[in-house]
């Protein structure tokens, strides 16, 4: 532990009291504003992790003057792997890695203060790995360059325990900061029309108006509306059961601060499209849509809202990126196209029960070796 930084172990009546300052230290540190605020963990943890059998294992650190200098989000699962192997795992709050599928958290990290971060960070580590029995332990969806990503790995390098980075991912953002026009001209000629040029072609179905929804009041008609949409195109509502209650209580939360951002695409005065955005410091954050697939299929629907989000967000001053997130559409990655600034997200996993460590070596060897051989039945 550094020399006059404390740590503590927050409880959840500690966690559920922490909200002003938890959010003092997201604003003063490099910890995404939405993901790592008080508002989605507190919630995540209250509708999935402790239903789903977690063990809250809160950590925050103080520096010499008392002041609070970093939060470490985790928990403790009872896994087992293989279905045999028993093992207790320390993980982020926000991700059941490989277990229960809850709303994903992404870019998660330590919480730790700008001008302390680094010391902060390796503080909560040395904490975590030198008190408590855990046999692995898992950053899920974490950012790749950040600090409990990076803490960790000094901590393997300097004293060798087994490592490995399991998956990855990228979001995609985009920058909205200079001209709506600017950024039109960088897109492709094939992305262009989908987004913007379409637009006269919509317009001849009716009257297109694009309506805002901001108020607390709206946030179950336009959730409603968001499943209703969402299932019209896959089948299933997007949210329900404890992630819709989630869901609620967060746009709710945000509501009040003024970055809820509910997006609905009118025609003729028939809801045709929704998008459902927080608007979190100065980052807009695009968390689902729907639309209806048989209104056109000429035109890309939710494209074209996306181009109506895209133009209001340049024309927000208190908006500087609108963030897509990962993953992609049904058919390709739209949001290559659309998105030019990249964060790697990465799953690292760190097993120091030896047992356990062995069956996950001999598990990635079969795993090789099986490649290898498809690999050479592709070639040869």
Not at 210 to 239: I, Q, T
Not at 300 to 326: K, N, Q
């Amino acid at each position: 532990m550094a020399k006059g930084m404390t740590v503590a172990v927050w409880d959840e009546a500690a966690f559920a009291a922490a909200r002003q300052p938890w959010e003092r230290l997201v604003a003063d540190s490099d910890a995404d504003p939405l993901f790592l605020g008080w508002d989605w963990l507190h919630g995540w943890w209250q509708h999935f992790g402790a239903p789903g059998g977690a063990t809250l294992r809160l950590l925050a650190v103080q520096d010499g003057d008392g002041s609070l200098c970093g939060i470490a989000p985790m928990m403790i699962t009872a896994e087992r792997v293989r279905g045999v192997l028993p093992s207790r795992r320390l993980q982020l709050v926000g991700n059941f890695w490989h277990g229960a599928e809850t709303l994903p958290t992404e870019y998660a990290d330590f919480i730790v203060r700008r001008d302390c971060a680094e010391t902060a960070a390796d503080t909560l580590l040395d904490y975590l790995l030198d008190h408590g029995h855990w046999g692995e332990l898992v950053l899920a969806w974490a950012r790749a360059d950040g600090h409990a990503v990076h803490a960790l790995r000094r901590r393997a390098a300097a004293e060798g325990f087994w490592l490995r980075d399991a998956e990855y991912r990228t979001s995609y953002a985009a920058e909205t900061t200079g001209g709506f026009e600017d950024y039109l001209a960088a897109l492709s000629r094939n992305t262009r029309p989908k987004l913007y040029n379409r637009r006269g072609q919509l317009a001849r179905h009716g009257e297109v108006r694009v309506e805002r929804l901001a108020r607390r009041a709206d946030v179950a008609p336009g959730l409603a509306l968001v499943n209703e949409l969402h299932a019209r195109r896959w089948g299933e509502a997007a949210y329900s059961g404890a992630a819709l209650a989630f869901q609620q209580g967060l746009a709710e939360a945000v509501a009040a601060s003024g970055g809820l951002w509910l997006s609905v695409l009118r025609v003729a005065g028939r809801p045709v499209s929704v998008l459902y955005n927080l608007r979190v410091g100065g980052r807009l954050y695009y968390l689902q849509g729907g639309f209806d697939e048989t209104f056109d299929r000429r035109l890309s629907l939710g494209l074209l809202h996306l181009g109506y989000l895209l133009e209001a967000a340049f024309a927000d001053p208190r908006v500087h990126a609108l963030d897509l997130l990962a993953g992609g559409g049904r058919k390709r990655q739209y949001k290559e196209a659309l998105a030019p600034v990249r964060t790697a997200l990465v799953d690292v996993q760190a097993v120091r029960q030896p047992l356990l460590s062995l069956a996950y070596r001999v598990r990635e060897r079969i795993r090789a070796d099986a490649d290898g051989a498809a690999g050479d039945g592709v070639t040869g």
